[in-house]
Nanobody
Framework: QVQLVESGGGLVQAGGSLRLSCAASGRTFSASAMGWFRQAPGKERVFVAAVTWRGGDTHYVESVKGRFTISKDNAKNTVSLQMNSLKPEDTAVYYC?????????????????WGQGTQVTVSS
């Protein structure tokens, strides 16, 4: 079994920055991709960013391009999300996710493991 643990959420003013981290653990960990999704109150969980584990290809939802950067450390089994120029509309619970096999990288149904989520609140 794989466990994902997020950290780094919090409260920040608009224009500020936060860095989220996700650590994967388990007897064996092998992912094809890891990503971040977010869920605002009353809304569905949606794709934010992802990275392929071997090639390091990155993908972003349009609304965060140029502001968020996803990175990975294969040796430590961690993935991070650097969030700059935060906006109130970025407020949500952010979830780390990992996919084992072939994945439509923006599709949450293709991810096999999820973290517990970390709250990000951006005040105006």
């Amino acid at each position: 079994q794989v466990q994902l643990v997020e950290s780094g959420g919090g409260l920040v003013q608009a224009g500020g920055s936060l860095r989220l981290s996700c650590a994967a653990s388990g007897r064996t960990f092998s992912a094809s991709a890891m990503g971040w999704f977010r869920q605002a109150p009353g809304k569905e969980r949606v794709f934010v960013a992802a990275v392929t584990w071997r090639g390091g290809d990155t993908h972003y939802v349009e609304s965060v391009k140029g502001r968020f950067t996803i990175s990975k450390d294969n040796a430590k089994n961690t993935v991070s999300l650097q969030m700059n120029s935060l906006k109130p509309e970025d407020t949500a619970v952010y979830y780390c996710a990992a996919a084992k096999g072939v994945v439509r990288i923006t599709n949450r149904d293709d991810y096999d493991y999820w973290g517990q989520g970390t709250q990000v609140t951006v005040s105006s």
